[in-house]
T-cell receptor, first 115, second 116 residues
Framework: AQKITQTQPGMFVQEKEAVTLDCTYD???????LFWYKQPSSGEMIFLIY??????QNATEGRYSLNFQKARKSANLVISASQLGDSAMYFC????????????FGTGTSLTVIP | DTEVTQTPKHLVMGMTNKKSLKCEQH?????MYWYKQKAKKPPELMFV???????INESVPSRFSPECPNSSLLNLHLHALQPEDSALYLC???????????????FGSGTRLTVV
């Protein structure tokens, strides 16, 4: 069964606008971690933001914030004030005890920022 | 040092060649991983080393042979590869997860492998 679902294969956003990338997850474990990574065309996977299942507040890191809705099992990434350098693939990932501490990746969303 | 270093960055090899990919980290992470990634797809787990012992092998063909000489180094030995093995090979490391909190992976920049 798919543990992480990203339903947006491709997204476009105007420079300086905000964009939301969707991620839903599936786990029966009450303890888990959710992550977002950015992968530019150069290939490196860059860690953006983390949300723990017990965290009371939504995570934020600079222009990145995570809209965590636990009951809906969603962990959407919000990028504010988009920049041309934000054009990349974005992967949502989850780690929980049931998976033996492995990462499950979603299929990714390709974001293109338009000048 | 908060990096995972992978060498080489690019590799072209023939189907009869033997080559090795290298990965190094000095963050004290005790879990290290090899992933294979095709274009526009998520990374696929190949191998996991935990405390220098192979803990997971995701049914990877024997033409890929991992090695963990010490806690900082991870190698992937390649032999008799096929053109379909051409991909980006990513190494990652992490701390072991603790109850109530999880550590992410730190990835290297990858080796782009082309098999001709």
């Amino acid at each position: 069964a798919q543990k992480i679902t990203q339903t947006q294969p491709g997204m476009f956003v105007q420079e300086k606008e905000a964009v939301t990338l969707d991620c839903t997850y599936d786990t029966s474990d009450p303890s888990y971690g959710l992550f977002w990574y950015k992968q530019p065309s150069s290939g490196e996977m860059i860690f953006l933001i983390y949300q723990g299942s017990y965290d009371q507040q939504n995570a934020t890191e600079g222009r990145y914030s995570l809209n965590f809705q636990k009951a809906r099992k969603s962990a959407n990434l919000v990028i504010s004030a988009s920049q041309l350098g934000d054009s990349a693939m974005y992967f949502c990932a989850m780690r929980d005890i049931n998976t033996g501490n492995q990462f499950y990746f979603g299929t990714g969303t390709s974001l293109t920022v338009i000048p | 040092d908060t990096e995972v270093t992978q060498t080489p960055k690019h590799l072209v090899m023939g189907m009869t060649n033997k080559k090795s990919l290298k990965c190094e980290q000095h963050m004290g992470h005790r879990a290290m991983y090899w992933y294979k990634q095709k274009a526009k797809k998520p990374p696929e787990l190949m191998f996991v080393y935990s405390y220098e012992k192979l803990s997971i092998n995701e049914s990877v063909p024997s033409r890929f042979s991992p090695e963990c000489p010490n806690s900082s180094l991870l190698n992937l030995h390649l032999h008799a590869l096929q053109p379909e093995d051409s991909a980006l090979y990513l190494c990652a490391s992490s701390q072991e997860s603790a109850q109530g909190g999880y550590y992410g992976y730190t990835f290297g920049s990858g080796t782009r492998l082309t098999v001709v």
